[in-house]
């Protein structure tokens, strides 16, 4: 196996957990997909969903690795970090791109830990012929017999399907993003959407601050929370709005004024994207019932919320202030 030719196994997104068949639950982190392996020359590298390097970015977990492992492995994992009590994406983030100095004070701030729910190889065996049963059964012996502590996790898996349901409702509020649902009798195979996951999501409510294309046609709304000095805080967009949906926007919507609190701002079209999206301000009185996952950075979905409803019986006081209620938090 050439760990550079190693793509991991994905998973399709799908919207409930299996009521029948071999499966396997696991919890889905918030962090950065990761391949963890020993190179030719000894040392042990990180490696990113896409084949980038993650070494620099997340020295410790390479040292740990280089003390704590003496055989050769392929790890595939999560590398998250711990925050105020629930995994904070942000700070994974903080250490990418960054000068050596700001990776190091970061790395003394916030250190990473790697979640490791699949073994691919271990001294010069490859493993992922093997059924994802069988496999499981080797990491975990790998945990025991190298009696593998933090920054090493093993994750969380049962064979319950309700068990799982709690992990869902139980773990939101700590970052856990929902549940990844592996067949037991599967190879790994490397590339492949072989795997499928279900999100957490809570139904809330935020404020509609602007729109997408026109008044008269929106495609989408830009969302926004007070915050307790009761300033407007951008925190989410709608994916795109059902037709009935945006006849509703239109008919509740009104122009607005000079002093809209984003009347000079620019919104991207998506997460770390420099695309710009063309929005039109509207009055923010409008207030909307949201499903949303549990993938929050800085106050702000990363995903788009999905608008359930219009609610006019409500009002933006009426709405949790940023940083509280389900859905976006200070972070």
């Known amino acids: 196996m050439v760990m550079s ?11 409930e957990l ?17 391949l963890l392996h020993r190179a030719d020359d000894g040392t042990m590298r990180l490696q990113s969903r896409r084949g980038a390097s993650l070494t620099t970015a997340f020295s410790d977990i390479a040292e740990a690795a280089e003390r704590d492992f003496p055989e050769d492995i392929i790890l595939d994992g999560e590398v998250v970090i711990w ?10 983030q903080r250490r990418l791109n960054r000068k050596a100095a700001t990776v190091r004070r970061e790395l003394a701030q916030s250190p990473a830990h790697y979640v490791a729910f699949d073994l691919l190889r271990r001294a010069g065996e490859d493993l992922t012929g093997l059924s994802y049963e069988r496999r499981r059964k080797h990491l975990e012996v790998l945990f025991a017999e190298w009696s593998l502590a933090p920054p090493w996790t093993l994750c969380p898996m049962t064979r319950d399907r309700q068990e799982a349901m709690r992990w869902m409702r139980q773990w939101a509020a700590a970052g856990i993003e929902g549940v990844v649902v592996k067949n037991l009798r599967q190879p790994y195979k490397p590339g ?14 935020a404020i509609i601050g602007a729109v997408t294309g026109t008044v008269d046609r929106p495609g989408s709304v830009l969302l926004a929370r007070l915050d307790e000095r009761q300033r407007m805080r951008f925190v989410g967009r ?16 009104s122009p607005a004024a000079a002093d809209h609190p984003w009347r000079s701002r620019v919104f991207s079209a998506g997460w770390g994207s420099r695309e710009t999206l063309h929005v039109t301000l509207v009055a923010p009185e409008l207030v909307a019932e949201v499903s949303g996952d549990t993938a929050v950075d800085a106050g702000r979905w990363r995903h788009p919320v999905r608008v359930l409803r219009l609610r006019s019986d409500l009002a933006p006081p009426d709405v949790p202030l940023f940083g509280t209620g389900n859905g976006p938090s200070a972070g």
């Open 5 to 15: 030719d190693l793509a991991p196994i994905l998973a399709e997104p799908v919207a």
């Open 18 to 34: 299996p009521v029948a068949g071999a499966y396997a639950f696991e919890t889905k982190w918030d962090g950065f997909r990761c």
């Open 83 to 92: 925050h105020d009590g629930r995994l904070d994406f942000g700070r994974l």
């Open 192 to 205: 492949v959407r072989g795997w499928s996951k279900v999100r957490t999501r809570h139904t809330t409510e």
């Open 238 to 253: 709608s994916t795109p709005l059902t037709d009935e949906l945006s006849r509703s926007v239109k008919a509740q919507v």
